[in-house]
């Protein structure tokens, strides 16, 4: 087991209050959240149950520094944007520790992943800033003007965000609003705030201006929730359950703010016969149990071609066989807790309803769990039918759902069967098959080959009911840009 690092321990240990206008102060509420380690069960720490009277603290200072923010010098921005990646760079223990005594995760994992692709966000988007143009434009009926666009940021930005990726979706959102001259004030998780809270100093330590940045802890309905209303909040960029997305939709149309919504996802995971089968039952099996299942895009709904079903199957129940439950912070650890007994308990659920539908359990229902912390055993079902509540809603947990296909048609017809549009893989060497997946299957992202990857040049999105709006690459930008179109009369 690693020791927690000295200014993890005291950062932890020490009173969090609410950061507004670059200071930590105190809450106008007097509620506390209390911070849970999901593998031994103890209060780490508690954090402020923030209230509308702090998001209004929160937007006036967000408010207050916008002007000055979006007149700054875009080489100073982008400094900024730059320096705060290095410096994530440089504590990568530190933010990976506590990802993962909050979060559940492994170590390894936020190392891997979390850490270097929430750094990595910042420095593409810091060359961002000094890159955003308008255009000239001719006016095709021979008018004697001049018309240009200027692209402008947005305002004042809220960003609420979920507990499966605690800092890095706090780059999500900073990076792109940031680089374009907005303001922010971030919501973080109620689970999971404490990698947020560090941010916050080290976004303090670095530079940016007080206001720039605000991050007000608290629960969805009482902090979250007068967030999304705000009449002084111009955008609202949105991470979380699908059903969540619409209450924000609702809150967002009091003042027609812009929205951006990263939803559920129900995705697919298509294995031909012809495919590569080491790689496609290694990428099958991150596809559907990296971070303890609890991701949005997770290729859940695994789809074999009935000649190799039977032996892929066989194989992916050997693999979740080798899966290590232990604590995050244990380097031997290859799949943590889940965030919370919430959660647990939701996932565990969701499997009581798989065998209560008449599917079936495939890997070993008496794997031992740890004496302690929000485990689930990692589940391998097969006879699933289209119909059962476990292949239509999201599980967030180490949930794989086996079905077979015949034909290529009957696998995009199976693939396409969800309300969700988030994401989705395909397994096969046969390269004209490949590409008429690709076109086939709805859905914002369609790895082939290969399941997850992700890089802040590279946009990401739901369709259908997983969400609207791009995160990621350039196309995140236009989001928290407006396009104003300037006349001049040359006569
Ligand atoms: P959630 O959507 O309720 O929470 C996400 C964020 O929204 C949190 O910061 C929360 O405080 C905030 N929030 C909740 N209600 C709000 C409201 N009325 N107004 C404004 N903000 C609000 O998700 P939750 O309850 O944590 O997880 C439930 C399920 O949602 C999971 O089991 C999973 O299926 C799904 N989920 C999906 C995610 C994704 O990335 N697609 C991320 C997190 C959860
Ligand atoms: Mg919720």
Redesign the pocket.
Same mark, same amino acid.
């Given at each position: 087991m690693v020791k927690l690092l000295d200014p993890v321990a005291s950062f932890v240990n020490r009173e969090h209050g609410v950061f507004i206008g670059g200071e930590f102060v105190d809450s106008r509420g007097a509620d506390r959240i209390p911070v849970t380690d999901p593998y031994s069960g103890q209060v780490l720490t508690t954090v402020p149950s923030g209230v509308s009277a702090d998001i209004d603290a929160a937007v006036a200072a967000a408010t207050q520094a916008l002007p000055a923010w979006r007149k700054m010098p875009t080489a100073t921005r982008a400094e900024l944007l730059w320096r705060l990646g290095a410096r994530i760079e440089e504590l990568a223990d530190e933010f990976a520790q506590l990802d993962a005594l909050d979060n559940g995760k492994p170590v390894s994992e936020a190392l891997a992943v979390d850490v270097p692709l929430s750094a990595g966000l910042y420095k593409y988007y810091a060359g961002w800033a000094s890159k955003l143009e308008g255009r000239t434009i001719t006016p095709q009926g021979g008018a004697s003007m001049h018309v240009y666009t200027r692209r402008e940021s947005v305002g004042v930005v809220g960003a609420?965000?979920?507990?499966?990726f605690p800092l890095l979706m706090c780059g999500y959102k900073l990076g792109p609003a940031l680089a374009t001259g907005n303001t922010v004030v971030l &919501?973080?998780?109620?689970?999971t705030p404490l990698s947020a809270l560090r941010l916050a100093e080290v976004i303090n330590e670095v530079g940016f201006p007080p206001g720039v940045v605000n991050i007000v802890t608290?629960?969805?309905?009482t @902090? /979250? @929730?007068p !967030? @999304?209303a705000h009449p002084g909040v111009d955008k609202i960029t949105?991470?979380? %359950?699908?059903?969540?997305?619409q &209450?924000?939709m609702q809150?967002a149309q009091g003042n027609m703010k812009k929205v951006t919504l %990263? !939803? /559920?996802?129900k995705s697919p995971s298509v294995v031909f016969a012809d495919a590569d089968l080491d790689a496609a039952l290694e990428g099958t099996f991150g596809a559907v149990f990296f971070n303890q299942g609890?991701?949005?895009i997770a290729g859940a709904r695994v789809y074999v071609e009935d000649s190799i079903a039977d032996e892929f199957t066989a194989r992916l129940v050997d693999r979740v066989g080798q899966v290590r439950l232990g604590s995050g912070l244990d380097p031997e650890t290859t799949m943590g807790p889940l965030v919370s007994e919430e959660?647990q308990e939701?996932?565990n659920s969701m499997i009581r309803s798989g065998i209560d539908e008449g599917a079936t359990i495939a890997s070993d229902p008496d794997t031992p769990l740890p004496g302690q912390g929000s485990f689930v055993r990692p589940t391998v079902f097969t006879d699933v039918k289209p119909d059962m509540r476990i292949m239509r809603? %999201?599980?967030?947990?180490p949930v794989a759902m086996v079905a077979r296909f015949k034909t290529e048609e009957e696998a995009v017809i199976l693939a396409n069967d969800t309300s969700y549009g !988030?994401c989705s893989g395909v397994w096969t060497k046969d390269i004209a098959r490949a590409h008429r997946m690709a076109a086939g299957i709805h859905a914002g992202t369609v790895y082939v080959n290969t399941y997850g990857y992700f890089d802040p040049a590279v946009s990401f999105g739901g369709f259908k009911m997983?969400g609207f709006g791009k995160e990621l690459g350039e196309e995140a930008l236009d989001s928290y840009l407006q396009t104003k179109t300037v006349w001049v009369n040359l006569d």
């Open positions: 609420i965000i979920p507990w499966n &919501k973080p998780a109620e689970q608290g629960y969805g309905p @902090a /979250g @929730a !967030l @999304a949105f991470t979380g %359950e699908t059903s969540t997305g &209450k924000i809150a %990263e !939803l /559920g996802g609890q991701c949005c959660q939701r996932v809603e %999201e599980i967030f947990g !988030l997983s």
